[in-house]
């Protein structure tokens, strides 16, 4: 069964930069679409970003609110989805979690259709 575990997550201010992890156990991470979502009490959830499987060529995708400020990768070796985060903004706060569905489409998969989930890394953007 497939576990993923977020890391990464901390205190930074207006401007600053941050790489999320997700790590994966139990299975490797090529065959699977994962998403970054942020959740935000009492806003929900956001998908920020997806990356496709590694066969139909780790597409990404990412929301309005983080294009070009953000870049998704993959490390099949590790196991390992990660976030890139930069200029980060007050706005960006919030608890970040990772999600992964076995899938080969070559288009993201909408993140509430992921299977599996992690717990979260909060990150806060403050001065």
């Known amino acids: 069964q497939l576990q993923l575990v977020e890391s990464g997550g901390g205190l930074v201010q207006p401007g600053g930069s941050l790489r999320l992890s997700c790590t994966a156990s139990?299975?490797?991470?090529?065959?699977?679409?994962v998403s970054w979502i942020r959740q935000v009490p009492g806003k929900g959830q956001e998908g920020v970003s997806c990356?496709?499987?590694?066969?139909?060529?780790?597409?990404?995708n990412y929301s309005e609110s983080v294009n070009g400020r953000f870049t998704i990768s993959r490390d099949n070796l590790k196991r390992a989805v990660y976030i890139e985060m930069n200029a980060l903004k007050p706005k960006d706060t919030g608890l970040y979690l990772c999600?992964?569905?076995?899938?080969?489409?070559?288009?993201?998969?909408?993140?509430?259709?992921?299977?599996?989930w992690g717990k979260g890394t909060q990150v806060t953007v403050s001065s």
């Open positions: 999600a992964a569905r076995r899938s080969l489409k070559a288009r993201c998969q909408p993140y509430w259709s992921m299977d599996h």
């Open positions: 139990g299975s490797t991470l090529e065959n699977y679409a």
């Open positions: 990356i496709t499987s590694t066969g139909t060529g780790s597409k990404s």
